[in-house]
């Protein structure tokens, strides 16, 4: 069984500063790991993955995760916020491959508030 | 840009009313998903789909809810005798295969059951 522990339920940020979204995720396979991101009355859009490639992942909009398999971490960073980062954002597993669909497992979600 | 689509965007029933929830994945997609998400809880998986039959289903997907792809465009989830506890939004999902890729998600219904 897979699932993730986002760690903060609200994170609130002053526009140009750095962002962290903090996501922890335990897997009985060699998981691939997601974060996507809703905004408000929208549907889910893909940020960036990770696939046992690189475990720094560029995503979209200068967003990047980190993959440390020692701490089961994922962690979504952003050096420098803007406004319309304001979101609800979500990290997601998926167990390794097997061939077969595979679900993704997604975390309860972070908000994301950025002030001026 | 290809992108899934779903209908309608809001659909609200009586309960114990029938509805059925309309997909067009993207068209050279293989797998196929629904999931619902709570108002103000997190997203859950329901169900799996390829090669016309379920893959995976979760303890939500009970004899209540079906899928089908009818005619090798739509992917349609059916809710046969809708519960309050029903109203969600529904997300539709598409992926080319089944592991280590984007599942493409479309901008969801909004069901409200009263």
């Known amino acids: 069984a897979q699932s993730v522990t986002q760690l903060d339920s609200h994170v609130s940020v002053s526009e140009g500063t750095p962002v962290l979204l903090r996501c922890n995720y335990s897997?009985?396979?060699?998981?691939?790991l997601f974060w996507y991101v809703q905004h408000p009355n929208k549907g889910l859009q893909l940020l960036l993955k990770?696939?046992?490639?690189?475990?720094l992942v560029k995503g979209i909009n200068g967003f990047e995760a980190e993959f440390k398999k020692s701490e089961t971490s994922f962690h979504l960073t952003k050096p420098s916020a803007h406004m319309s980062d304001a979101a609800e954002y979500f990290c997601?597993?998926?167990?390794?491959?097997?061939?077969?669909?595979?679900?993704?497992?997604f975390g309860t979600g972070t908000r994301l508030q950025v002030t001026l | 840009e290809p992108e899934v689509t779903q209908t309608p965007s809001h659909q609200v029933t009586q309960m114990g009313q029938e509805v059925i929830l309309r997909c067009v994945p993207i068209?050279?997609?293989?797998?196929f998903y629904w999931y619902r998400q709570i108002l103000g809880q997190k997203v859950e998986f329901l169900v799996s789909?390829?090669?016309?039959?379920?893959?995976?289903k979760s303890e939500i997907f009970d004899d209540q809810f079906s899928v089908e792809r009818p005619d090798g465009s739509n992917f349609t989830l059916k809710i046969r005798s809708t519960k309050l506890e029903d109203s969600a939004m529904y997300f539709c999902?598409?992926?080319?295969?089944?592991?280590?890729?984007?599942?493409?998600f479309g901008p969801g219904t909004r069901l409200t059951v009263l």
């Open positions: 068209s050279n997609h293989l797998y």
């Open positions: 897997s009985s396979y060699s998981p691939s």
């Open positions: 997601v597993v998926q167990r390794g491959l097997t061939g077969t669909a595979s679900k993704l497992t």
């Open positions: 999902a598409s992926t080319p295969s089944g592991a280590y890729n984007e599942q493409f």
């Open positions: 789909f390829y090669n016309n039959e379920i893959s995976e």
């Open positions: 990770y696939t046992s490639a690189a475990t």
